[in-house]
């Protein structure tokens, strides 16, 4: 059986920009906690793609993992994901071809059918909203013919041909499970948040799953949100600042990642507090004992291979901290 101490540890990094800094900073603190992580053992480094966010640096998600891998020498480093319908698949399959001929067996590649933005920033870049990713699977499929060698096709990914980099499905929906399973890919669930379909998805995987040239059997990845502190307390207030994160998108607010605060009972209303931890639900907070308890009690329920983590928090040290103690 899966536990706490049999599967790998990887990390999803939202790349926040918190308030009083800039994208510039954020991506230092980045680069240095891919560093740590890195000499700490976990397993890959994944940033994801979004627009239109004044907290969240990693828009241009290619440039960002080029960077990341060039400062580190081990750690897999890719996306979780890169919003193919957002995307050109050759154009993808060029600029992964590039990380992986730069960084070779390093480059993982994450794909979502979501615009990752709002749907005017989805216009903005060109998208066509109408299709609401119904295209997918095509274009899925189509990358994946841009890293097969082919000396007949009038259309070649140079660099991307003929290498191998691993392609996974994300997902928060069974839209993704299914196509995963029938295509024979890893799949990662996006459970820390949106954890209403987590066993569903799972279980539509699995159900669906054809072995393919590149997975014999299912690999599953849950995103999960953690925050390890030396006490309970410190933990607790640590969490407010995604707390509070939350709250503003529900409002409609947005923003950068704020400083925590004391106490949000003041500040949002019970149904606000409700909708926020339901969000949030697959979120793990307190000293090492408590979050080994409850992680083990999560592996324990999915039986997932691999966990993926999100420590959201201001303070970049006891981001770095959280991790540290976590890999305790």
Do not use: C
């Amino acid at each position: 059986m899966n536990n706490w101490n049999s599967i790998p540890l990887s990390v999803l990094d939202l790349a926040p920009i918190t308030e009083g800094s800039n994208a510039s900073e954020s991506f230092k603190r980045s680069l240095q906690l891919a560093q740590t992580v890195e000499k700490l053992g976990f397993n890959r480094y994944w940033l994801a793609e979004h627009h239109n966010m004044r907290g969240i640096s990693s828009s241009a998600t290619s440039v960002v993992i080029g960077y990341i891998a060039g400062g580190t020498s081990k750690i897999r480093v890719g996306s979780g994901g890169i919003m193919l319908p957002n995307h050109a698949p050759l154009v993808i399959a060029e600029q992964f071809g590039t990380l992986e001929s730069m960084y070779p067996g390093r480059i993982d590649l994450g794909l979502g059918r979501a615009p990752g933005s709002d749907q005017l920033t989805a216009r903005a870049l060109r998208r066509d909203v109408r299709s609401a990713g119904d295209d997918f699977p095509d274009q899925v499929q189509e990358l994946q013919s841009f890293f097969k060698v082919d000396e007949q096709a009038k259309v070649r990914a140079v660099p991307g041909e003929g290498l191998n980099i691993p392609i996974w499905l994300l997902g928060s929906s069974g839209f993704s499970a299914q196509l995963a399973g029938m295509l024979g890919l890893p799949f990662s669930f996006a459970s820390h948040f949106a954890p209403g379909f987590l066993m569903q998805a799972l279980q539509i995987y699995y159900a669906h799953f054809q072995p393919s040239d590149s997975l014999q059997k299912p690999y599953t990845m849950l995103g999960v949100n953690v925050i390890v502190a030396d006490t309970e307390e410190e933990a607790e207030q640590l969490a407010t600042s995604q707390q509070l994160a939350f709250l503003r998108m529900i409002r409609g607010q947005g923003g950068q990642l704020p400083p925590p605060v004391d106490s949000m009972e003041t500040i949002w209303s019970p149904y606000e507090k409700a909708m926020v931890m339901e969000q949030l639900k697959y979120t793990f907070v307190g000293t090492k004992e408590t979050v080994r308890q409850q992680l083990n009690a999560f592996i324990s329920e999915t039986k997932t291979d691999e966990l993926i983590i999100n420590t959201h928090v201001f303070d970049h040290k006891a981001r770095v901290r959280s991790y540290e103690l976590l890999m305790q």
